[in-house]
Every structure is written in C-alpha cells, then in structure tokens.
Nanobody, 125 residues
Framework: VQLQASGGGLVQAGGSLRLSCAAS????????VGWFRQAPGKEREFVAA????????RYADSVKGRFAISRDNARNTVYLQMNSLKPEDTAVYYC???????????????????WGQGTLVTVSS
C-alpha cells in the first residue's frame, strides 16, 4: 500500500490542523494506521493509531485530549485532527500502515510495514 500524508503547515500555538493520510494500492480496511512524528534532533515517536475498522484508537500521553484520529475506509483516508497545538508539537508527521487481521492497534514503529513521506507541522509561539 502507498501512503501520502498531507495537511501540514505553519500555525500559531493554540491553533488547529488536520492531517490526512491517503492510501492506494491495497484494501485499506485490512490495515491499522498510525501517526508518528519526528522533531528536530529527536527520535521519531508514536502519536496515535487506529484499528482497521476504526473502533479502537490509541494515543500518546502528550497528545491525549488534544488530538483525534479517525478514518474513512470508503475514501481510503485516515485523519489526525490536532487541536490546542503547542510549539513542542512541531515535527515532521508520518503515517504508517500495518497489515492486520484483528482490530488491534500498536505503538511500536517496527510493527508498521508501510510509511508515507511525512508532512511538516510548525507551531509558533
């Protein structure tokens, strides 16, 4: 499956952005999808993930209550709604997909088979 992340940009602290991850090439509903981010000088970290059916989600503690992940399998797209953005949310955001047969979601980067190219989110103070 090929993934294309989009929606990044420059926003002031307290603002919102919605990222999209569009998939092509395989049956999208067979994949759990995760969002990860990498800030300058830091390792890539888990942000959020959603099960293949959309019923299960998981979030990093740093974004709980501010970010929401969702998916539209008819449109082969996963979204990451980011609200109350903080300067520390500045990073390149990547979406990734894992072929699964259950509704499980995982945080480990190594579990994901396919990765998009990343979209830059910059939050100014």
């Amino acid at each position: 499956v090929q993934l294309q992340a989009s929606g990044g940009g420059l926003v002031q602290a307290g603002g919102s952005l919605r990222l999209s991850c569009a998939a092509s090439g395989r049956t999208f509903s067979n994949y759990a999808v995760g969002w990860f981010r990498q800030a300058p000088g830091k390792e890539r970290e888990f942000v959020a993930a959603i099960s293949r059916g959309g019923g299960n989600t998981r979030y990093a503690d740093s974004v709980k209550g501010r970010f929401a992940i969702s998916r539209d399998n008819a449109r082969n797209t996963v979204y990451l709604q980011m609200n109350s953005l903080k300067p520390e949310d500045t990073a390149v955001y990547y979406c990734a997909a894992e072929a699964v047969s259950t509704q499980a979601v995982r945080e480990a980067q190594g579990a994901y088979d396919y990765w998009g190219q990343g979209t830059l989110v910059t939050v100014s103070s």
